[in-house]
């Protein structure tokens, strides 16, 4: 996933840059971007020894044009909603894929793609990659949702990069840190009572494991249990070490005497363990003298998101939040966004293009095409048209 932030003007607090792009694999922030330092830069050792200089040069060049981008375009959005300059604004851009290993050759499957972009804290455009369109959030969006669901070669771009490039990408990426990155899961089973004096809640848990994809299962006897037995997921959740755990509970009888296992299996660290439980009952609150430190997931650096938070929190205003779709037993894994084509990317008419000028000045080109690049889409997102229309449809 990668992740642009542009504010309207210097925000003058510490740590806090008025143009930001992080990349993001698993949660993990893999390279970085900002405007004061105006350089790309590794976050992973992995990134640094795989790819070589000309990878963060080039990917430094795009930064700077979107950089760029992202001043004009904010300018742009604070005069189609009648905004003074008195006041901090803040645009956001995220765009890249998820997926999920299948099969025993771990082949990666598409899920989900994601191409939103957020003004102040709100939705405001957003890709259906399902439907092929453009989804307005607010009656300020509509006339660049228009633009872009006319044009049909962008909507296929946007498509085939989500669901292909983006993919391979992914893939690449995730052989790339396994490589370097693979941790494998600390693994325990333990029974705890419950309201209900003659049943135990019996739990799974893994942590601590890298990457996120994993495989649990609990056991009675030779029968894995499912949601039909009650069986509850937690779901793959983040670790305050940028690790992940899940935790899978049942609601057993005391008087079971059956064997329970807990079975996980971690391709990429190439662990799998089949863990029996002792039919012991765990009283306390740490389950089992497990100490998991559980965060919410960040997708920001602590300082940077600290400050962020507060000033938009003064503002009334929240971050980008992803738009969610079906469940998390996926497990999806996230990329950056990798491949750039050409890339001009106004949200909305000047009035050049109102008169019908065949590029808006508010659009660039990205200057790179041979892929190296991870600070842009591989779409085409423009208002190059020649209509006359004074509502910019």
């Not at 993001?24 to 020894?49: A, H, T």
């Not at 375009?73 to 299948?102: F, Y």
């Not at 771009?157 to 990426?173: Q, V």
């Not at 942590?207 to 039909?228: H, Q």
């Amino acid at each position: 996933m990668y992740i642009y932030t542009g504010f309207s003007k210097p925000v003058g607090l510490p740590g806090i840059h008025q143009f930001t792009a992080m990349g993001l694999l698993d949660g993990r922030m893999i390279d970085y971007y900002d405007s004061d330092v105006q350089k790309k830069v590794p976050k992973q050792d992995w990134m640094n020894e795989t790819l070589p200089a000309d990878y963060w040069e080039k990917g430094t060049g795009s930064c700077l044009i979107k950089q760029q981008w992202f001043n004009n375009n904010t300018d742009i959005l604070k005069k189609r909603m009648n905004q003074t300059d008195d006041d901090l604004h803040v645009l956001q851009w995220m765009v890249g894929c998820e997926g999920v290993t299948t099969g025993p050759d771990g082949t990666l499957k598409f899920v989900r793609g994601v191409n939103m972009f957020n003004y102040d804290g709100q939705d405001f455009l957003s890709f259906d990659d399902v439907y092929s369109v453009w989804v307005a959030a607010t009656d300020i969006a509509v006339q660049t949702k228009r633009k872009w669901d006319q044009d049909q070669d962008l909507k296929e771009k946007t498509k085939g990069y989500l669901e292909n490039e983006c993919i391979d990408w992914l893939d690449k990426f995730m052989v790339y840190g396994n490589k370097q990155a693979a941790s494998p899961p600390d693994v325990y089973v333990f029974a705890k009572k419950t309201r209900i004096e003659s049943n135990l809640m019996l739990s799974c848990l893994a942590t601590g494991f890298y990457p996120k994809d994993i495989t649990l299962n609990i056991r009675r006897n030779d029968r894995v249990l499912t949601k039909e037995d009650g069986l509850i997921s937690s779901g793959v959740r983040p670790n305050e070490d940028d690790s992940f755990q899940r935790r899978d509970s049942v609601e057993i009888l005391k008087s079971d005497i059956a064997s329970f296992t807990c079975e996980v299996i971690h391709r990429a660290s190439k662990m799998s363990v089949d863990k029996v439980w002792d039919h012991k009952v765990t009283d306390g609150g740490n389950n089992g003298g497990v100490n998991v430190g559980v965060i919410v997931a960040l997708i920001f650096d602590v300082v940077l998101v600290a400050v962020v938070l507060v000033v938009l929190y003064k503002k009334g205003k929240f971050v980008l939040r992803p738009p969610l779709r079906g469940s998390d037993t996926t497990e999806p894994v996230t990329v950056i966004n990798i491949k750039d084509e050409d890339v001009n990317m106004a949200l909305l008419d000047d009035e050049k293009d109102k008169k019908g000028s065949k590029e808006s000045v508010y659009s660039w080109d990205s200057g790179v095409t041979d892929g190296s690049d991870q600070c842009a889409s591989s779409a085409n997102y423009s208002e190059n048209d020649s209509d006359n229309d004074s509502d910019g449809e």
